[in-house]
Structure formats: structure tokens, C-alpha cells
């Protein structure tokens, strides 16, 4: 690996012979993917044999969740079959080791232009978007929509009935449009998104909104309509809400502890803490607790800390020791103890699967 980046930066290419630079390098694959899901990078060049994440595997995951749009694979391997799975995993090109200077000015030259076409692109799809979702806008059901977004917010018993009703609405303007129905789902899960970002403060720290705003709803995955993955998307949302807070108002002393833990996850949260800042009895809350919701409150805890910890590890680029003490944890090895025993595997082996699934 070092000696790929050493080969690479040696080309007199950056800075000022081409219009690209060195933004970032990375020691392995999983930096490499950890770096991409923090930042917006126009190009990649990716050894394939490196250690944790090889670049096949670095490849494949960059092309299914867009992390770059240009990706070159380096190989000092002649084997046909790995530029042939690059190139079915959307590879923009592949080199031979060491790479030559003019190959790879030829390259940079080539990238440059496709990236260019890429962006124009995006450009006028974006442009079509909003054109498609001003002319939707006029005769949106919005009606329906807030009964959704409405139901998921207060926790209703069963949302089936607030989804149909969305959906039969929208088939009933736009008909058998795909496109315009796609764009009504799309529109109507953005603004579900949004609306309980604002509700729920803690969402952020839990769940990715940006996972259900990119869902396309206008190209089918050929097993599900369109419908059917708005459904399957919205009832997911609404399914982990209701794992993390119980309860649907803030008048229900379980739904106030909820939120209290929940939004200071990144504290050392403790049933005293809780109980002096309601200024109630910790006995009688953790009782409380347990009556209305069938879980111990220092079972909660510790699951909530989990699910903080888990999402950690997939975004971001710290140890576990550095996890462990945003979440309150001094011992590393109790934390990483009781991630195992509620994830099942350790948090260095969650960081890895989250990578391949």
C-alpha cells in the first residue's frame, strides 16, 4: 500500500499539470471507505490487494452507495479476471503497476472529461426534478400526508391504513405514471423525514435520514412495486422510532425518561442522573419504567448506548476507546464486552461486517 501511494505521488501530476490534487490518502481499505462515507471525493485510485477491504471489495461498495463517481483500480496483477469484475462493479478504468507517467495523464485527462459530463448530467436531471416535483406540488395529496406523518409521530398502534390511504391518493392523480408516482413517493418520504428530524431531536444520532430520502421509488427492484417499497420504507422508520422511545407523549414519565437518555446519549447517563433531573425518586422511576414498557431502565441504557455506539462505528473514523469515553465508558474492554453481548459480535467486527452488508 505504501509503496502504491509512494508510486502514485511521485507522478508530477498534482497541483498544477492536471486539475486534480491529493486530497486524502489512506493506509487501507477500510480507511479508504471510512474516508469516502465523510467526504465527497471526485476521484479514486485504489490498489487492489490491501489489507481489510481489498479494492474489489472497495470498488463494490463505493458503486452501490454512490461514495464516489470515478474509481481506478491499480494492480500489479495481469489477470483479466480482476479488471473484469472492476469494470462489472462500475470501475472508470484499470492500470498496471508501477503506473506511467503518461498513462496516467491520459487517464487524469479522460477522468476529467467524463467527470465533467457527469456533472452536467446531474445537472439537468435535477433540473427535470424540480420542474416534475413544481408541476406535482400543485395537486400533492397533502392531506393524507399529514395524517401519515401524524401517525408515525404519536406511534399509532398500526400506520397501515395512513400509508394506503397516501398511496391511493397518489395513484389516483398520477394514475399509472411511473415517474410522477415515484416522485410523489420520493416527495412524501423527504417530507416524512423531515418532519420527524424536527419531532424527534434525537433521530439523527440513530438513524440515517438520508438512506430513506435517496430511496428510488421511480425504478423498480423488480421483486416490489413502488408502493410496496414506500410501505416496507415507512413502517422500517416507524418500527425503529418505536424501539428507541416509548410511549406518545411527553405527559408519560416513561416517554420523558426516553427522551432524556436518548438525547444525552453522548454522556455518562445514569439512573441517579435521571432521577435528580426529574426530581423524582430513582427507585420509583426505575419501577415505573419497568411496570409501563417491560424493560429495565438500565437495560434501556445500556441498549441505547449500544445503538449510539453501532452508529458511530459505521460513520465515523475513531477508535473504540475514543467511542467508549463519548459514550461515558472509561473501561474499553467493559464497553466493547457489552457491545458484543448485545450486537453479538465485537465493535471491530461490526465496523467490518457494516462494510459488506
Given amino acids: 500500500m505504501e ?3 509512494r508510486q502514485v505521488r511521485r507522478l508530477n ?47 463494490k461498495e463505493t458503486a452501490e452507495n454512490g461514495l464516489c463517481p470515478c474509481v481506478v483500480l491499480l494492480s500489479d496483477y495481469e489477470d483479466f479476471e480482476y479488471a473484469r469484475l472492476g469494470i462489472q462493479y462500475g ?40 420542474k416534475l416535483e413544481e408541476k406535482i406540488g400543485d395537486t400533492f395529496p397533502s392531506a393524507e400526508l399529514e395524517q401519515l406523518i401524524e401517525a408515525v409521530k404519536t406511534k399509532q398502534q398500526d400506520i397501515t391504513g395512513d400509508i394506503d390511504r397516501l398511496c391511493n391518493a397518489i395513484e389516483a392523480l ?42 428510488d421509488f421511480v425504478t423498480a427492484d423488480g421483486s416490489r412495486t413502488a408502493r410496496e417499497a414506500f410501505g416496507d420504507a415507512v413502517k422500517e422508520l416507524y418500527e425503529s422510532i418505536r424501539s428507541f422511545e416509548y410511549g406518545n407523549s411527553e405527559d408519560q414519565l416513561e416517554n420523558r425518561i426516553c427522551r432524556y437518555v436518548l438525547e444525552n446519549v ?17 427507585k420509583y422511576i426505575s419501577e415505573v419504567f419497568r411496570q409501563r414498557t417491560g424493560e429495565l431502565l438500565i437495560d434501556y441504557i445500556t441498549r441505547i448506548k449500544m445503538a449510539r455506539a453501532a ?10 476507546y475514543e467511542i467508549a469515553l463519548q459514550l461515558g465508558y472509561r473501561d474499553t474492554e467493559y464497553f466493547s464486552r457489552l457491545f458484543k453481548k448485545h450486537m453479538g459480535i465485537t465493535p471491530s467486527e461490526y465496523r467490518n461486517s457494516s462494510t459488506e452488508s
Fill in 266 to 282: 453522548d454522556t455518562e447517563v445514569s439512573i441517579e442522573g435521571i432521577s435528580k433531573v426529574l426530581f423524582m425518586n430513582r
Fill in 311 to 320: 452508529r458511530l462505528l459505521c460513520q465515523s473514523t475513531r477508535k473504540t
Fill in 3 to 5: 509503496i502504491s501511494r
Fill in 174 to 215: 398520477y394514475g399509472n405514471d411511473p415517474i410522477k408516482t415515484g416522485t410523489a413517493l420520493k416527495k412524501s418520504m423527504s417530507e416524512l423525514v423531515s418532519h420527524l428530524k424536527t419531532h424527534y431531536a434525537w433521530i439523527v444520532n440513530f438513524i440515517d435520514g438520508n438512506k430513506y430520502r435517496n430511496l
Fill in 91 to 130: 470501475a472508470f478504468d484499470y492500470l498496471g503497476k508501477p503506473p506511467e507517467y503518461n498513462s496516467m495523464l491520459d487517464l487524469l485527462k479522460r477522468a476529467e472529461q467524463y467527470l465533467h459530463r457527469k456533472e452536467q448530467e446531474e445537472k439537468l436531471v435535477r433540473s427535470l426534478s424540480e
Fill in 13 to 59: 501530476l498534482w497541483n498544477g499539470e492536471t486539475n486534480f490534487c491529493i486530497a486524502a490518502e489512506a493506509q487501507n481499505g477500510q480507511e479508504a471507505l471510512n474516508m469516502l462515507r465523510q467526504d465527497k471525493f471526485d476521484l479514486l485510485i485504489t490498489d487492489i490487494k490491501m489489507p481489510k477491504i481489498n479494492g474489489i471489495e472497495l470498488m
